[in-house]
């Protein structure tokens, strides 16, 4: 499944970067097409090391490959009339390194791995050029997400005043005073469970050594996570002032939360990712 469309430059040449199910492919289409001199994938693909080095990466990353037909194409790598396409490669040993895709924004594109070694055949510079240019872009796309994320998590505290002031006009008159407290906790915990599927106390225990650096469980929240708190601290606050009981929020927030996750991660999977400090996200679930 393609995503998103993310592109480096190097050598003035723009080269397009997609993620095809969650892994980052590089198009060696656009490598080539401004290179000096007569260079194709084709003839990369002849290569006795280029068909080695993708029998090694196949074999590591790839549990369906098929290492029988691989062994066919190895014996016949040499001889004057081996020839071998993308296509070819990808159908006969199920290989997943290599794309090769139709269309205006289609051609042959490469695991990132895959494409660092093709650059190497262009020469040893390009290939450092096109790593130094992938880290860019990765830095850029990692301090973006901080930023976003700072941004969802001072716009949730913001509505979760929206949400305590309800609490204080609706519950707070008809408890116990020195109950009050307890009743704010009470309530954001609802929002916890409908979300994370813990209470905060529940987040402390299975996470002791970020609960000592006074980290809370919504510290962990992924930018998705963020963005559905700020709509269920809203909703929440209508449910308390519409003076529907704590149980029956809960499994309304529970599906609303559901819902707005599911939605919102066919959009941009990366924004599920759970947060762990500024520069480190971990898949969600992890």
Known sequence: ??????????????????????????SLTDIIKNKDGDFFIS????????????????????????????????GKVGLNNFKLS???????????????????????????????EFGMWISPAFKLYLIKDYERLKQIESNQYQLEWDMRRALASATYTIHTDAIKEIIIPDTIPWKAGYKYASEADIINLALFGMTAAGWRKTNPERAKRGENIRDSASINELLVMEMLQVQS??????????????????????QKLNALA?????????????????????
């Open 1 to 26: 499944m393609f995503k998103k469309k993310r592109q480096l430059k190097v050598d003035n040449t723009e080269i397009a970067v997609r993620d095809i199910d969650g892994e980052d492919y590089i």
């Open 43 to 74: 003839d990369w693909l002849r290569n006795r090391n280029t068909v080695e080095f993708l029998d090694i990466w196949e074999r590591m990353n790839n549990p369906t490959f098929n290492y029988g037909e691989s062994a066919i194409i190895k």
């Open 86 to 116: 993308v296509k070819e490669w990808c159908e006969r040993t199920n290989a997943i390194g290599l794309k090769a895709t139709a269309g205006r924004y289609g051609g042959t594109f490469a695991h990132k791995d895959i494409a660092f």
């Open 237 to 258: 606050a209508e449910l308390i002032r519409d003076k529907v009981d704590a149980q029956t929020r809960l499994e309304i927030l529970r599906q609303s939360a559901k």
């Open 266 to 286: 066919k959009v941009d999977s990366t924004k599920a990712l759970k947060h762990l400090n500024d520069t480190t996200y971990l898949e969600s679930g992890e």
